[in-house]
């Protein structure tokens, strides 16, 4: 379990009514003070959707274009990188014994602080292959880091001097199990508070000063402990709201009061739902293991929220977040090939006949996706729902790279199983 991720878009239905195509012009507020496109500060990206604004991508992934800039070693992880002005966070396990998070310079890779705690953990067996390194991806607000420990503990950080301001201990708070995968969903930051799946339910804590607020959508865990899946924030209908996906439900929350305004139960294996909610206008696309894909319509009436299916496919997802293009959902798929799903009608456009790595972490600019293979390899597609169309790849490591991968500026961070590479992209 890697994650064990709203400009102005065409949306598929009103909230009223739903034959018609609208424009939903509700400004979804940004998720952070450092949200910018030379910034990569959070899970998934700047608008925590894998999209990427900024200047046009090359369209080679050629040396010419792609060039390397600086490497550092590191111990095992899975935490996509976080860039932030003029820094690089990075998160890792030590010896099998502490987390460690480092801070490096972003031009040239030098360390400028370290800190750490023990904490490490041995995961359950159905993730032993993927080792026990911490996993989550942590969040940076410009001023403190939020860094989420295997042991269900997040911690907040100086991120200048790395000095430790606060941390949450939920197993302890809530009486909870040690979660079995470790705390894999990654933090969620807007405005004064910090959102995070943790102690066996969703809670919303004080971003400076710890303090639980409140915490909803409570589940025994069974052996697994608390969920996977990382929480984004939305308008839906007209009506902001978190949207989190348990291991058993995709709901909306009420962000200043932790009221569940609506829930849909989506099946999955062994509630293995483990992708990231994807918003599309007033719906949102899921695909879960054993569960297959959906869309769901968000519709407003008689005092409160509905949910209506608009469809489902079989083709199922797993740990690997589509990302959404004109209409279009690009995902990467539990046996390991690459598809497009017409989101109006859930009709599979293509699918490749090449199988990749188990998980793919992807960014997106205009037609164009960036897609990181666990295996190692970079690809650049040119996204058409016409045909799977590859416009170039490289094998860029000889390592895992199960981290997501951040792009920003003219900067490609790729996190590799034991080090960081970072790349000028011409």
């Known amino acids: 379990m890697k994650e064990l991720i709203h400009p102005l878009t065409i949306v598929l239905v009103m909230c009223s009514a739903r034959p018609l195509l609208a424009i939903d012009k509700t400004p979804s507020p940004p998720v952070n003070a450092a949200a910018s496109a030379e910034n990569w500060a959070q899970w998934h990206g ?29 111990g095992p992880g899975y935490p996509g990188p ?85 941390r949450v201990d939920f197993v302890e ?57 990382s929480p984004i924030f939305s308008t839906l209908c007209g009506k902001p709201q978190l949207v989190v996906q348990t291991r058993q439900n995709l709901a909306g929350v009420e962000p200043a009061t932790g009221k569940v305004l609506w829930s849909e139960t989506i099946p999955a294996m ?22 297959g894909s959906r869309l769901l319509e968000i519709q407003q009436g008689g005092g409160g929220f509905k ?6 496919n079989p083709i199922e997802g797993y740990m690997s977040t589509p990302v959404i293009l004109d209409g279009h959902a690009y995902h990467h798929l539990r046996n390991k090939k690459f598809a497009c799903l017409d989101l109006a009608t859930g009709k599979q456009n293509w699918a490749t006949s090449q199988r990749y790595g188990q998980y793919w972490s992807m960014a997106a ?48 961070f790729i996190r590799e199983l034991n080090g960081i590479s970072v790349y000028r992209w011409r």
Request: hydrophobic share 40%.
């Open 365 to 412: 600019q205009k037609d164009r996706i960036l897609a990181l293979d666990q295996e190692g390899k970079l690809l650049l597609i040119h996204a058409t729902p016409e045909k799977f169309d590859l416009l170039d790849s490289t094998k860029i490591s000889d390592e895992e790279t199960w981290g997501h991968l951040a792009v920003c500026g003219d900067q490609v």
């Open 82 to 166: 976080i860039v932030v002005g003029d820094r690089v966070f990075v998160a890792e396990t030590k010896d099998k014994k502490a987390e460690v998070v480092r801070a490096l310079d972003r031009e040239t890779g030098r360390e400028l602080w370290e800190t750490q705690w023990l904490g490490a953990m041995s995961v359950a067996f159905m993730a032993k292959s993927n080792g026990d390194w911490i996993r989550s991806t942590p969040a940076c607000d410009g001023d403190s880091l939020y860094v989420a420990g295997m042991r269900d503990v997040l911690v907040c950080l100086d991120s200048r001097t790395g000095k430790e301001r606060w």
């Open 46 to 74: 700047p608008t925590r959707d894998c999209i990427v604004k900024g200047s046009a991508w090359p369209k080679s992934l050629g040396k010419d274009h792609l060039q390397r800039l600086w490497h550092v070693d590191l």
């Open 307 to 312: 949910v209506q299916t608009v469809w489902k």
């Open 173 to 229: 708070q809530f009486k909870a199990q040690l979660p079995a995968f470790g705390f894999v969903c990654s933090p969620l930051v807007v405005d004064d508070f910090v959102y995070v799946q943790a102690g066996g339910g969703f809670c919303k804590l004080e971003k400076h000063s710890g303090k639980v607020v409140w915490q909803v959508l409570t589940d025994a865990g069974g052996m697994y402990g608390s969920a996977f899946s």
């Open 270 to 291: 062994l509630g293995m739902n483990i992708v990231t909610p994807t918003v599309h206008g007033n719906t949102i696309f899921t695909s879960a293991y054993g569960g």
